[in-house]
């Protein structure tokens, strides 16, 4: 499947459930494969704030990282539930 449809898919299933942190994290992750890094910021919050979606925080600090916005990133990366360190994703070194 095209990356482009798929992001019109899971914003289709996000409209059908505006609460359900799985389908924004899957649209801001298929928004970043796209190279869309300024909209996923977004969908990547609206799925931390359902605190049901732990992966949301890295793909969060994942996002800030493309966008050079390092405090940020920290910020996601320490947030609860969140499996990495920040330290060991690329484009974090000093």
């Not at 505006?18 to 799925?47: I, R």
């Not at 996601?76 to 499996?83: D, F, I, K, N, V």
Request: with cysteine; proline share 4%; glycine share 8%.
């Amino acid at each position: 499947m095209d990356g482009a449809v798929a992001l019109d898919k899971f914003k289709e299933a996000s409209q059908l459930q505006p609460s359900g942190a799985l389908f924004a994290n899957d649209v801001g992750f298929a928004s970043f494969k796209l190279g869309q890094h300024k909209e996923v910021v977004q969908w990547f919050q609206k799925a931390i704030a359902d605190r049901t979606c732990a992966i949301a925080n890295l793909n969060l600090g994942d996002a800030y990282l493309e966008l050079r916005k390092k405090p940020e990133a920290e910020q996601a990366y320490e947030l609860p539930g969140t499996a990495a360190q920040f330290e060991g994703r690329p484009g974090f070194q000093e």
